[in-house]
């Protein structure tokens, strides 16, 4: 009964400071999962949708707090196709490759942009009806070889086993009116060793004006950084947590009005039982806002605190202990804080003064773990992450390229009384790399025609464990180089295969245990229309 009306009290409150003038439609999010590939590690419409962002298609969209919902990104695509039909300002119409783009995500986004109203689309096809149910959204079959246990990063914690390994899986989602949201993604494990189902991610989830409360499970993935992040990524399996957010960006009343759009998320979450304080608690909040049509910035925190074990925190201390913290092992605010700020620059048409691309998005994210502000002046041993992408390589609009480099430290990920660290399941939580430890990634894209995209990439990356008594030692060395390919057969078929030859030294930070991999994916999914 407490929890009930703890949960309605935030509801209220953040009722009040959200109402603006958007009215968002219910809508499930778009998966960080990569179901119909064309994308590494997430839906393909992230990528299509910075792609026009950065081309300057679509000015103030917050786009690094992910994942999104399907009607946010449809809402995205509307402005699009605005500006592409009505402003004679725009400077791109002869961008046929944005052009393609654009009509990739209508035809994706159909059933919202009708619920929308958008003018071309509702010719086409008719707004989804009061209840919409799809018993199976997408249908997949994964399989994969690997000469030894293999854990890719930034897979919702997949383990392929020693040899032939199999995986089928299936969404579905549903929708009643616009405020009420279901989505489910189980999954089937077969291999040599074992056969496992599993819940990838289920959720359901309430809007009411501009406000969505969600519960269940699900990936988060905060920041702008590709292959990691300094808080939230897709490394570790699917949380399971109580979200509050706004379900679309918005204006700020008042001077804060300068700040642009803002989205706002909070959530609580709650860790393994097989862990150092079984049952541990996460709380998270996120401030990402455009202050500017070419920047895009994020503020975030994340508190790990309670367990089994540790002094009984109640509801009403969680607001505490969002802002207080101390040394005290017996207190119930010694907990583990981590802060992160990121900006995202979107430079458009810089091909007139530099011919390494036309348009190009820099970016960089800072991560502080328990030290920030009080006793010192500048946080000690921050970790950061920085990274440059361009969507038209040398102004070639089927060339993609992104580069980019993370280095955290020994404060990172890790806490004197969660011996665990920052951790879930065994994965890190936050970047793949863990506590001490760099990474530098470049990927390498490019389209064929509209059916096939070719992927290369490369890295090379030293992992530290996040385990106390771990976090200094043996460091995990992996370097890799990848090839993918992804092939749209028709609108429902996608099929996929990967290539990863990796070197790993120190194995599960063992001195000395060394190995070279070779790892094969195949992939086919059915989109149901």
Known sequence: MREAKRVCWITLTLLFVLLCEAYAG??????????????????????????????GLVEGAVLNTKPMSRMEMARIVARAMDRFQGDVTWAYKDQKDLEATVRDLIEEFEPELASLGVEPVLKKVKPPPFFFLKPVDKIEARFGYSEGDFRRENSQGELL??????????????????????????????????????????????????????????????????????????????????????????????????????????????LEKDRDFPRAKLAAWRINFTPSPLIEVGVARVVQFGGKGRPTVKWQDIPKILVESNDKPESKFNTNQIYSIDAT??????????????????????????????????????????????????????????????????????HGIYSTGYSYKGNPIAHFIGTKGDDLYMRFTRRLDNNWLLGLEADNATVGSTQVGQAFGTKEKRKFAGIDISYRYSKPWSFFAAYRLQRTENIGFVSGKDDTNNVLTLGVTHSFR
Not at 27 to 55: C, G, M, R
Not at 186 to 213: A, H, I, Q, W
């Open 26 to 55: 219910g809508s499930t999010n778009v998966p960080l999962h990569n179901w119909t590939y064309f994308a590494n590690q997430w839906d393909w419409s992230y990528e299509a949708i910075k792609k026009i962002a950065s081309a």
């Open 345 to 414: 620059l979107r430079l458009r048409d810089i091909g007139r003064y530099v011919p390494i691309a036309r348009d190009l998005e820099v970016y960089g994210e800072l991560g502080v773990d328990d030290t920030c502000c009080e006793d010192v002046f500048w946080p000690l041993k921050p970790a950061f992450l920085v990274g440059m992408y361009t969507p038209n390589l040398f102004q070639r609009p089927n060339m993609d390229f992104r580069v980019e480099y993370t280095l955290t430290t020994s404060n990172s990920f890790t």
């Open 161 to 270: 086993r020693e040899g032939l390994n199999s995986r089928f899986a299936f969404s579905s989602r549903a929708q009643l009116g616009d405020f009420l949201s279901l989505y489910g993604h189980p999954e089937f494990l077969l291999n040599e060793e074992e056969s496992k189902g599993r819940l990838v991610e289920g959720y359901l989830k309430l809007t009411y004006y501009n406000v969505e409360l969600e519960v269940g499970r699900e990936s988060v993935w905060w920041g702008p950084g590709f292959h990691g992040a300094m808080l939230f990524s897709n490394n570790a399996e699917p949380l399971d947590l109580v979200k509050l957010s706004s379900a679309e960006p918005f204006p700020l009343p008042w001077f804060l009005k300068s700040l642009g759009p803002v989205k706002l998320t909070f959530f609580l979450a709650r």
